[in-house]
């Protein structure tokens, strides 16, 4: 995993908007797999197995967890009523039972709305969506910004079964304590720049505050 930190206005944000095609850069490139790629927008990165939780979540608080997982990616019934607009509930809560299972997400009724949910089971619903979409890489700008400390060791799981899995984890945050917990790498941002390079393993926050 590796971690973008610096003060705001540093371009933590900046750098996963870039990669996630929410804006595009003014110079530079972006390669995926050693390959030169353009991500003109979200949908061009989803395609390259790039997936984002946002720092606002992006949840739909209306919708159940399935529904929140699938959104756009809905699963249609099959034959004639799929044809017609009719979705497959029975499959996307099956498939989102799966998927939040397997990363240990605690959600008691997955027909529940999202709305209803403590700030922990959304950030689980949040992350656990992105992680079943992405094949490559897994961006997170500041997922315990809002988060209690059980809450927040929670997610530190959901990262250690993600990374487990062979996708890459890029995440943005001021929490320094969670960082240098989880993070393989620490790369130190200023206006824009990378100004120092750190191992999550080795750093303390006494050095990094020097």
Do not use: C
């Not at 001021?174 to 824009?192: C, K, Q, S, T």
């Amino acid at each position: 995993m590796v971690a973008l930190v610096g003060d705001n206005g540093a371009g933590k944000s900046t750098t996963i908007k870039v990669i996630s095609g929410v804006i595009q850069p003014d110079a530079g490139e972006i390669k995926v797999d050693g390959r030169p790629v353009t991500i003109p927008d979200p949908i061009a990165a989803r395609r390259l197995g790039i997936e984002t939780v946002y720092q606002d979540l992006a949840l739909a608080p209306d919708l159940d967890p399935a529904e929140n997982l699938f959104l756009g990616r809905e699963i249609m019934r099959p034959g004639l009523l799929g044809k017609l607009g009719f979705l497959d509930r029975k499959a996307m809560r099956t498939k989102a039972d799966e998927a939040f299972g397997s990363l240990g997400v605690g959600i008691q009724d997955t027909a529940a709305q999202v709305v209803t949910m403590s700030g922990g089971q959304r950030q689980g619903i949040a992350v656990g969506r992105a992680v079943n979409w992405a094949d490559r890489v897994l961006l997170m700008d500041e997922p315990t910004a809002t988060l209690g400390v059980v809450q927040k060791e929670r997610v530190g799981q959901l990262i250690q079964r993600v990374r487990a899995s062979g996708v890459a984890v890029v995440l943005i945050s001021h929490n320094l304590p969670f960082v240098f917990e989880y993070a393989d790498r620490i790369e130190v941002l200023r206006l824009g720049q990378r100004v120092a390079r750190l191992s999550g393993a080795t750093t303390t926050r006494s050095e990094d505050q020097s």
